[in-house]
């Protein structure tokens, strides 16, 4: 099972004494929706709170409907409910609801739309993707205007960060963004894109088409006046090749955005700004800047 | 990465997990879901509740089996098709051979005590299997793949045993204590940063234990309270209820005489102030001013009338959030309201009390108590949660690392299995920081080291993966070098060789020790009743009064079969040791010298492993933090990108000097690519109090 959720609703319970706002969604002290249009399928997809579920738990019902039940036993504290339809067709009202979105496996229309509705509401919805290919993973988070206190030394200090949407921080052109950002970011674009011009659900691509791939790596990297090099061959093979989920990148990630979870909701700690990169083969969890502030 | 087919051959990998705590549930659960199909697991401990919100593998009514069963039957629910192999035993216990460890493709360990660790250790060098280590604590983690003659053993770099704190006078049993604090109002400012863990310490060790533990104690609130100079009357005891006072007098007078009196008098001698900050002297009337000191009546009857099932000083006075930060006036109410509750609810537990975390109404009293202390010497007060976490030694155990901390151990897992050469990178060490840390130690009452730490993220690289070390040539465990003992012989008894050298420092449970051909001493359950009575007697003979006398010069071979552990020593008589410094009268060479730091007067070579540098600790262990009462060894491994260990990748041929092959522990500062520093100990800037650790 996936560490993500459960991690999240631990932490949130581990001391009895800590104790939430009401209205959360995640981080499990106050409630936790999942939403999935899809029935039981290999592959871990869901708009909320993900948990790629046993692979071998067939019949009907829905991925959310499964987690839904499991999650329930886990804390009997925890109100977790499912909210079935296409997020994409939610209205921004839905999303009035929750303190904090996570999303997962999205392709980038709808992660763009999810984004906006939680920035039209009046209040602040915490907003975070999450996305793992290959051995890679993905975290972006966006909590638009966030302030928080901060001890430092004997005092203690307000600190005030502004966050891009998701839509603005991918378009910030590449040449303008530090040399050393990870070479994971410019990959993903490149296969977020390759997907959304050829219509593909998320992670729906395989060896064939790596060759179009290439090639528009090569139409972005011209575009972006971006040398090729730094989107390497391989690492592009690798995210369009073996798409599904590794579950201890998954269990990596799924810490990680449950640590950021509990900060947004406590306005205790640093929260990441603004992604966060993993790649198992070398081992480096990064967090860049990729913001427009 | 691993293609398709590279992981499906991970069906054909046979692991051994040891432990099944908080890193063995996520690690278990990771383990199956990644494709392992022949999973062993070892852990002798069972179910508390304690354990459940986060070994989430666990349910309520679990509570009392057997962990490594209970994970089993859990994760066989999801993955039915997997074997998984429990051991509700003792991973020391014989039947777990160098032979039961070969048949593993790598062990992966999960515990949360040294000597367990190093036990693993020594049967992975033995059956050379790959061994990855790991460790959390609060918001930081470890995971280190160790690899016979490729890699750094886990005891390549020594852990220093837990230090005990120059302060706790603050116990009755002064045995356990190295040096005596006379004066217990210099505690909070003596050992500079600590100043608010020392309130907490006074506050439960002293105050807490005064009030309501054991009278007949020794208890050094004692020395103010007969204090010559003020009282005509040297054996009154202040904390003794008078007669026609009530509760609320009472605690006025205890109040007044431990943050107002005794720091006055503390404050009249002007020696101990020269170099300190002068704390103030705190008075009821000057805190509760601008209110009547309820002396009785309405107060009390709502106390003795209300039906507080559960009693709380904060539910009593409305404070909701235990984060908050009281003021001082708030902390003295709650200071009142929690006394009184004790002695108006609680009269038959006051004398047998002894400080437990989960006892809020005690819990309440200490924050309070240490939160008004603090103030009487400028330092910054803390919430019920953080006074909480200090005074029941735990390090609040995040589930979050322990999820990241299972995937990066199942990550490295499968690399060691697939072969290092399929992947495009070499076995690695991961750190989990972009974490500021301050840290610092204080003794538990039972002589502990405890670290606290806080979280602060920092620098762009959250997960720092490290290049793993070449073995240490001088590490005694891998690398079979002699050690050398310096012992008065003519004093020290074999018991005491036995006893503080071969199975403390050198770790071993079933040693044997032989000088030259004949046999001194071992142990073990097959022994005949005259071998087990001469070795009994050679157990208290001085070292050069042994069959085959041990001298200077002699060379003992000590081992553990077991762990196929030999060890040479070379002995070196020495006549005098500083009782201070070398309290165990001998000193043992060869193992990794710590680092010496500028803070750190006494880190020499030739510490006995035990009280080693104050900053800039050597590696220690990252623990897996439990509910319980979490050991942590002081001082966290530093390992900065920049370190100046020989890595893998270095060219082997090299002749560099010993120096450099050492590795300096020292904190550096990051190389300019911006990859971050894990600080974990002095040196940082502290969030609060400053971070020596001591």
């Keep these: ?293 | 990465m691993a293609s398709g087919q590279q992981l499906s051959a991970i069906k054909g990998a046979k692991v051994l997990m040891v432990g099944a705590g908080g890193i063995g549930c996520e690690l278990l659960k990771t383990l199956a879901l990644s494709g392992f199909h022949d999973i062993h697991i070892i852990d002798m401990d069972t179910i508390e509740v304690s354990n459940l919100n986060r070994q989430f593998l666990f349910r309520q009514s679990h509570v009392g089996q057997s962990k490594a069963k209970v994970a089993r039957d859990a994760v066989l629910r999801f993955r039915p098709n997997i074997s998984i192999t429990p051991y509700h035993a003792n991973v020391k216990d014989s039947s777990f051979n160098v032979d039961f460890f070969k048949q593993f493709s790598v062990v992966l360990n999960g515990l949360d005590n040294l000597d367990a660790r190093r036990h693993v250790n020594r049967l992975c060098l033995a059956a050379d299997v790959p061994l990855v280590e790991s460790g959390t604590t609060g918001f930081l983690g470890q995971v280190t793949v160790h690899i016979k003659g490729q890699t750094e053993c886990y005891e390549c770099q020594p852990k220093p045993a837990p230090k005990t704190y120059p302060v706790c006078t603050i116990t009755s049993t002064p045995s356990k204590m190295k040096g005596v604090v006379k004066d217990p109002d210099l505690l909070s400012i003596d050992h500079h940063g600590t100043g608010f863990v020392h309130c907490i310490v006074w506050a439960k060790d002293l105050l807490f234990a005064k009030l309501f533990g054991d009278k007949k104690q020794d208890n050094d609130l004692n020395v103010r309270s007969n204090d010559a100079a003020t009282s005509s009357d040297h054996s009154e005891d202040i904390f003794e209820p008078k007669k026609d006072e009530d509760i609320q007098q009472y605690a006025n007078r205890v109040y007044d005489h431990v943050f107002g009196h005794n720091i006055q008098t503390a404050l009249s001698n002007e020696e101990t102030w020269k170099n300190r900050n002068k704390p103030r002297p705190i008075y009821v009337k000057e805190v509760l001013s601008d209110e009547p000191i309820q002396q009785n009546g309405n107060a009390e009857k709502s106390l003795v009338n209300d039906n507080l099932s559960s009693l709380s000083a904060m539910t009593y006075l409305g404070l909701k959030n235990p984060q908050d930060i009281w003021s001082l006036k708030e902390n003295t109410r709650v200071f009142f309201a929690a006394l009184k509750l004790f002695f108006s609810k609680r009269q038959k537990e006051i004398g047998n009390l002894t400080f437990d975390k989960d006892d809020s109404l005690a819990v309440e009293f200490v924050t309070a108590a240490a939160n008004i202390r603090a103030a009487s010497f400028n330092i910054p007060l803390h919430s019920l949660f953080e006074a909480k976490g200090i005074a029941g030694n735990i390090v609040h155990a995040v589930a979050t690392t322990n999820a990241i901390i299972a995937g990066l151990i199942v990550i490295e897992a499968i690399k060691s299995y697939l072969d290092v050469a399929m992947w495009t990178c070499r076995v690695t060490c991961y750190n989990i920081s972009g974490m500021k840390w301050t840290s610092f130690s204080v003794a538990g009452t039972d002589g502990v080291g405890m670290t606290y730490c806080l979280e602060h993220p920092s620098r762009k690289m959250l997960l720092m993966p490290v290049e793993p070390f070449e073995p240490n040539e001088s590490c005694y465990v891998c690398s079979e070098t002699p050690l050398l003992l310096e012992v008065n012989t003519n004093r020290a008894k074999l018991r005491d060789l036995v006893e503080k050298v071969v199975t403390s420092k050198l770790g071993m449970s079933l040693p044997l020790i032989t000088h030259g051909s004949s046999l001194l001493y071992e142990v073990g359950d097959d022994l005949e009743e005259d071998e087990v009575a001469n070795y009994a007697a050679n157990l208290e003979k001085v070292l050069s009064e042994l069959p085959y006398a041990i001298t200077g010069g002699t060379i003992i071979t000590v081992e553990d079969l077991q762990q196929e552990l030999v060890c040479n020593i070379n002995i070196k008589h020495r006549e005098e040791f500083d009782e201070e410094k070398e309290p165990d009268g001998m000193v043992l060479h060869g193992w990794t010298p710590a680092p010496a730091t500028e803070k750190n007067e006494d880190a020499t070579d030739n510490n006995n492993g035990a009280s080693t540098s104050s900053a800039a600790k050597p590696a220690a262990d990252v623990m897996e933090a439990d509910d319980e009462l979490s050991i942590i060894e002081p001082g966290i491994e530093t390992i900065s990108a920049g370190g100046k260990k020989r890595k893998l990748s270095d060219v082997p041929n090299s002749e560099a000097p010993l120096d450099e092959k050492r590795a300096k522990k020292i904190p550096e500062k990051p190389e300019s690519d911006g990859d971050v520093i894990v600080m974990l100990d002095d040196g940082n800037d502290d969030i609060r109090d400053s971070s020596t650790v001591v």
């Design chain 1, 1 to 293: 099972m996936n560490g993500e959720e459960l991690t999240e609703q631990e932490t949130a319970l581990y001391d009895r004494q800590i104790r939430f706002c009401k209205n959360i969604v995640l981080a499990g002290v106050g409630s936790l929706t999942l939403n999935d249009d899809n029935p039981v399928t290999e592959e871990a997809l869901a708009a909320n709170f993900l948990i790629p579920f046993d692979e071998n738990m067939g019949g009907g019902g829905s991925l959310a409907g499964l987690c839904c039940d499991c999650l329930k036993d886990f804390n009997p504290m925890v109100h977790v409910s499912v909210e079935k339809g296409d997020l994409s067709s939610f209205d921004v009202d839905f999303f009035q609801k929750f303190d904090v979105v996570v999303i997962s496996c999205c392709s980038l229309a709808a992660k763009k739309l999810v984004n906006e509705k939680c920035r039209k509401l009046s209040k602040r919805v915490a907003f975070y993707t999450v996305d793992c290919r290959d051995s890679c993973g993905e975290i972006f988070v966006d909590l638009q205007k966030y302030a928080y206190a901060k001890k430092k030394a004997d005092e203690t200090v307000e600190c005030q960060l502004q966050y891009s949407s998701f839509e603005e921080a991918i378009a910030i052109p590449w040449r303008s963004l530090p040399k050393r950002v990870s070479k994971l970011y410019f990959a993903m674009r490149v296969v977020e894109r390759f997907e959304e011009v050829e219509r593909r659900k998320p992670g729906e691509t395989s060896i064939e088409d790596l060759p179009k791939v290439l090639k528009l790596r090569n139409e972005l990297c011209l575009a972006h006046s971006l040398n090729e090099s730094q989107i390497p061959d391989s690492l592009l093979e690798r995210l369009v090749v073996s798409t599904k989920e590794f579950p201890p990148v998954s269990a990596v990630l799924g810490g990680i955005l449950g640590q950021e979870v509990i900060k947004a909701i406590s306005g205790k700690g640093d929260p990441l700004k603004n992604f966060f990169f993993f790649d198992a083969v070398d081992g480096k969890g990064l967090i860049e800047d990729i913001s427009t502030s």
